[in-house]
């Protein structure tokens, strides 16, 4: 009997898989791809006749500040690279309305104009609540309708192409800061002394934030995130955890009283029998190997990731930039003269575009384009070489319609399978911080593991 199963080998199955192994547990990772790390990845990338490794995005892990759990995903002994710490927090951007703001990555809400006193005393007249039916009604609660209409609907719309009333609340929380900048350094920290305001208004600079508070970023000092992907996935192997690559869950059988998961059976035929499952996929997919309809599917939008060589460095010092415009031609730039990934004289920015099935002829030049116009790059500057990489079906839109029959989903039969676990997006926890504690939580609620509590 195999005691712990995890379904996927993302940076999620890796986490998970890491902290049970911890624990003295015999672990099981399925994984239908051929490597993992799921997106969490590099690749090799030719520009300007340089070769380059590139990650796919912006991958920064953060350390959960628990030495344990620190040590068993980050500071394995029988690691071969050098990690690179940044100062309490890296440095964010943001464009807001065609306005970029290189000292932080929330919405700039100066970009409102006369409105802004009008939108401050609105959110003045409210107390925020976490519960909401949609993604507008949790707007208008915690921003206000002068925000609300005036910046966060136009974010939210160019990234989904649905209606904020159509969205889950979590289509807000995931995908915008839920702090603003509404002023100078000198007006922010003003309101930053609001009572009314607490929890909605962030430091205008980069130089004011506590980062003697922040949990430590990090980055491998050379090769992309696949440095530390590959070199975890091989140190978990030679510690003993099993990886079934190129293989996936076609049925998951239960016993008939007590529901646990009795035994999974895989496209290759192989049977395992676990003690406890911990997934990283989604619970429709689960629900459909138990032979239980999923209810509503999700429309998903397909991720494209574009590394372009251009002839001058950017003339600011972050490392990436939140895009928060109307029908963004990308949703985040990586700026990799600020990180050090690559030589000194190769100036690249990686865009992250959000893409359904009719792509666009040239996104990376249409995001260049936006670039130029908001001030992150001089106007002249000019694409040398480009790559584009197309990952299908990454990201779910967070419909309403969508999360009620997830939820009910799982109030029917999954919760009730006392043996399984979800974590990572597959449990609605998009970062890598929360999939940390989350994992820890699941492995001791699957194998009875005290230490991460």
Partial sequence: MTELVVIGAGVAGLVCAALARAQGASVTVIEAGASAGGLWKSTAVELGGRPHRLDAGLRLPVLSGTKSIDDAIFHRPDFRFSWVYYDGWPRESAITADSFNSESSCLDTTVLGTQLDAALDEMRATRPVENADNAEDYSLNWFG?????????????????TELS?????AVKWFLPRRMIAGDHQATSRLLDDEALAGRIAHARYSDLPKNAARQFLRPQSGGISTWINALQQSLAADGVTFLFNDAVQDIHRTPITQR????????????????????????????????????????????????????????????????????????AIFHDNIGDVPADSHIITFEHLVDELLPADLAGAALDECRRCGIIDAGATVLASHSDLYRNIIPVPTVDYGKATAQLKRDTLDRVPNLRFVGRSAGTPFLDGIIQEAALAIKTTIGAESYA
């Fill in 145 to 161: 309708p002068t925000l609300t209409n005036g910046l966060v609907r136009d974010a939210v719309l160019g990234l989904f192409e």
């Fill in 166 to 170: 159509e969205l889950a609340p979590n």
């Fill in 261 to 332: 998961v009795e035994r999974i059976v895989l496209r290759s035929g192989e049977v395992i029998r676990p003690a406890g499952v911990i997934s990283t996929i989604a619970p429709a997919l689960v629900a459909r190997a138990m032979g239980v309809s999923p209810g509503a599917l999700p429309r998903f939008r397909h991720l494209q990731i574009s590394h372009v060589l251009v002839d001058r460095p950017v003339t600011h010092q972050a490392e990436y930039a939140l895009n928060f415009n109307r029908h963004p031609a990308f949703f985040r």
